[in-house]
């Protein structure tokens, strides 16, 4: 099974700092997803990144998709107590009988930030 | 906007039992799909379905089967709970691949 790492899997920090979340993986990867999952409730999806090299910016997340499409990265600008929850990035990979992409998931980052 | 219920949000099952987890979307995805979360490993494919009657197996389909009678429907079945699939389990379904996976809010089984 091909892996995704995430780091740092937990990260507490104080409101208005900045913080980078990181996804790598040895496998290369059609696209790439980051998630977002809250307490009680199932990931909701915040971003897809597909080009090598690709910059996304929502608000104060900024996401990059790694030039050889094998890792990714996060980053929260001014962290808020609105951004607490598991992040959770997701390979797209082409492995069923059908040809259909499935998704491998990440290990998790759980962010804690601090009023 | 989608919506993907799961039949039980809190779930306790003895060893040995058969349990039925039911997840059901209202949007008429063609792909259902069911993971199970465990700390420090993300979510891991259990099984997942890109028709009615037709299945595929994920990453970790041992001690699991699933069944997909119906279009809005997918459910997975432990045939004799075992204590290492104590777990968070979430269905997620797509319109297409690829696209984006909707996902409900999970069930947590405990098995004693």
């Known amino acids: 099974t091909q892996l995704l790492e995430q780091s740092p899997q937990f990260l507490s920090i104080q409101e208005g700092e900045n913080l980078t979340v990181y996804c790598n993986s040895s496998s290369v990867f059609s696209s790439l997803q980051w998630y977002r999952q809250e307490p009680g409730e199932g990931p909701v999806l915040l971003v897809t990144?597909?080009?090598?090299?690709e910059v996304k910016k929502l608000k104060r997340l900024t996401f990059q998709f790694g030039d050889a499409r094998k890792d990714s990265s996060l980053h929260i600008t001014a962290a808020q107590p609105g951004d607490t929850g598991l992040y959770l990035c997701a390979g797209r990979r082409d492995i069923s009988n059908f040809g259909n992409e499935k998704l491998t998931f990440g290990t998790g980052t759980r962010l804690t930030i601090i009023p | 906007d989608v919506k993907v219920t799961q039949s039980s949000r809190y779930l306790v099952k003895r060893t040995g039992e058969k349990v039925f987890l039911e997840c059901v979307q209202d949007?008429?995805?063609?792909?259902m799909f069911w993971y199970r979360q465990d700390p420090g490993l993300g979510l891991r494919l259990i099984y997942f379905s890109y028709d009615v009657k037709m299945k595929e197996k994920g990453d970790i389909p041992e001690g699991y089967s699933v069944s997909r009678e119906k279009k809005e429907r997918f459910s997975l079945i432990l045939e004799s709970a075992s204590t290492n699939q104590t777990s968070m389990y979430l269905c997620?379904?797509?319109?297409?691949?690829?696209?984006?996976?909707?996902f409900g809010p999970g069930t947590r089984l405990t098995v004693l």
């Open positions: 949007m008429d995805h063609e792909n």
């Open positions: 997620a379904s797509s319109l297409g691949t690829p696209d984006t996976q909707y």
């Open positions: 990144v597909v080009t090598g090299g």
